[in-house]
């Protein structure tokens, strides 16, 4: 059992560590009294690595990159060690960074990866080039997550898809561009996806077109586990869930939302349905 004064003693340096951080960060570092006045050295100094790579690591890849490898030797070899890439977290926060310079950060971590990249996420920014030099670096990814990224193409995805045999997870969020035919073309390129989530805000129209989607998965995703969709203004009916249950056998959830908050759940152990329409 983990004693509680050691994990006060750890909650006591990361404090320590952040405002050290900060300080450097702003560059409002402390200042020394005289040439000759002893410098307490830094508090992560004794710091086992692993801790430190965790702390590192919750900062995220742009703070990495542009700040936390600068501050010292230690950090700086903490920071490119390619385990620390694995998994990549890139967002465009605001003003703070422009999407080219995020582009160029973002190849720079999956260089740094060393062609390990498991998992990565993209908010906000990227475009078709960005996501073809990740697939021809990053064969072993397993999860990929999109948000917003508007001036990415469904041909784009689908032909990236092509490099990621492994990928078990992806998540589309926000994409209006992402169309039937890519979901179709992803899913033939990916048989090991277990975990797939397509949320779209533009509106479907006509009552149970949802439909459309929920049987092309099903003819092109058979490993599936978990299935999360959301069209605005659209419902889905027993239909689709009905295809859902036949062409992946080993599914366990199945989420959907509608504009008016209708929800969708599918067990397969009992078969409960709950929102579903009537065909």
């Known amino acids: 059992m983990e004693d509680?004064?050691?994990?006060?003693?750890?909650?006591?340096?990361?404090?320590?560590?952040?405002?050290?951080?900060?300080?450097?960060?702003?560059?409002?570092?402390?200042e020394q009294?005289?040439?000759?006045?002893?410098?307490?050295?830094?508090?992560?100094?004794?710091?086992?690595?692993?801790?430190t790579a965790d702390i590192l690591h919750r900062l995220g890849a742009a703070e990495m990159l542009e700040t936390a490898e600068k501050v010292c030797k230690t950090w700086r070899s903490v920071c490119r060690d390619p385990s620390m890439w694995r998994v990549v977290d890139v967002k465009n926060s605001g003003s703070c960074y422009d999407t080219r310079r995020l582009g160029s950060m973002c190849r720079r971590?999956?260089?740094?990866?060393?062609?390990?990249?498991?998992?990565?996420?993209?908010?906000?920014?990227?475009?078709?080039?960005?996501?073809?030099?990740?697939?021809?670096?990053?064969?072993?990814?397993?999860?990929?997550?999109?948000?917003?990224?508007?001036?990415?193409?469904?041909?784009?995805?689908?032909?990236a898809a092509k490099s990621f045999p492994q990928l078990q997870e992806l998540h589309i969020l926000f994409m209006n561009q992402i169309v039937i035919e890519d979901v179709e073309a992803i899913g033939l390129e990916c048989s090991s996806l277990r975990s797939f989530t397509l949320i779209k805000h533009d509106a479907i129209s006509g009552v149970g077109n949802g439909n459309d989607?929920?049987?092309?998965?099903?003819?092109?995703?058979?490993?599936?586990?978990?299935?999360?969709?959301?069209?605005?203004?659209?419902?889905?009916?027993?239909?689709?869930?009905?295809?859902?249950?036949?062409?992946?056998p080993i599914v366990e959830s199945l989420f959907y939302s509608s504009e008016d908050l209708r929800f969708g759940f599918v067990y397969v152990h009992n078969f409960s349905y709950f929102g579903a329409g009537n065909d």
């Not at 030099?133 to 508007?150: P, Q, T, V």
């Open 4 to 30: 509680p004064k050691s994990r006060i003693k750890i909650k006591i340096k990361f404090d320590r560590i952040v405002t050290w951080y900060k300080k450097f960060r702003f560059r409002r570092l402390p």
């Open 213 to 248: 989607y929920l049987v092309a998965i099903a003819k092109v995703m058979p490993n599936l586990v978990h299935l999360r969709l959301g069209f605005f203004g659209s419902t889905i009916t027993n239909k689709g869930y009905q295809a859902i249950l036949d062409g992946c």
């Open 33 to 51: 009294k005289s040439p000759t006045a002893a410098v307490a050295p830094p508090p992560w100094i004794d710091l086992p690595m692993d801790v």
């Open 109 to 159: 971590a999956v260089d740094r990866s060393g062609g390990d990249l498991m998992d990565i996420n993209i908010e906000y920014f990227g475009n078709d080039e960005l996501l073809h030099y990740i697939s021809l670096r990053s064969n072993k990814l397993r999860r990929l997550r999109l948000s917003c990224c508007k001036k990415l193409s469904g041909k784009g995805l689908s032909e």
